[in-house]
């Protein structure tokens, strides 16, 4: 798989000072046994959550992005951590591609699932898929989940079992689900949590869901 994105530590460097900056984080000082990173990009995320998760599991489905964070995070040396080149799906083992909309240069909106729009797509490889169940089944602590899987949010979060989960993050993808599913997603998550904060980019929407006791304390 060939790398058409400009991946070094300058684009690390804003990725993770755009999630400071204008995304949701408990205090420091929280203690979460085990954080989910889904669709981890280049480790923005990942990074925060290793201040203040026991352990951490992140998967993404693009190994130039994958191979970068593998490196970053040794030169960090953060070692609480266990990385999945691969994509999230319903079911594990499948073979499929990886694409992105012709002409955008953002390694962030790369997609390994089906979209709704017309746009042209540009194919940047083949991953393999693997399922959120498999992971509960192998990591059934996990207390903070984020989810950024470009329309896969639909499957994993609609199908799954979720009241192990303290807090989610999720961003949800119009452009991929439509309308309607987003709307279904959101009004089914507000049945399991209490939504504390939502956000919109240029992607989609950013929400944020708690079923802690406590006040989530958001950093934005």
């Not at 929280?30 to 998760?53: H, Q, R």
């Not at 030169?75 to 999230?88: F, P, R, V, W």
């Not at 729009?117 to 984020?146: A, C, F, M, Q, R």
Request: hydrophobic content about 35%.
């Amino acid at each position: 798989m060939t790398n058409r994105f400009k991946i070094d530590d300058a684009f690390f460097e804003d990725k993770v000072n755009e999630v400071k900056e204008g995304y949701p984080f408990p205090n420091k000082g929280a203690k979460v046994p085990l954080c989910m990173d889904i669709g981890a990009n280049v480790g923005a995320w990942s990074m925060l959550f290793s201040e203040y998760c026991t352990e951490l599991v992140s998967v993404e489905p693009y190994k130039p992005n994958y191979d970068f964070m593998v490196s970053k995070f040794k030169e960090l040396g953060i070692n609480n951590i266990t990385i999945y080149n691969k994509a999230i799906s319903t079911k594990d083992g499948e073979k499929i591609q990886i694409t992105i909309e012709e002409g955008n240069k953002d390694s962030g909106s790369i997609s390994s699932n089906d979209d709704i729009s017309d746009s042209p797509k540009e194919v940047l490889g083949e991953v393999e898929t693997i399922s959120y169940s498999h992971l509960y089944e192998k990591y059934p602590n996990v207390g903070y989940l984020k989810v950024d899987c470009e329309g896969c949010e639909w499957d994993l979060l609609m199908d799954s079992k979720l009241d192990h989960i303290k807090i989610l993050v999720v961003e949800m993808h119009p452009g991929f689900l439509g309308r309607k599913k987003v709307m279904k997603l959101k009004n089914y998550l507000g049945t399991q949590f209490k939504n504390v904060y939502s956000r919109k980019d240029l992607f989609g929407e950013v929400m944020v869901f708690s079923n802690m006791n406590t006040p989530l304390t958001i950093n934005v």
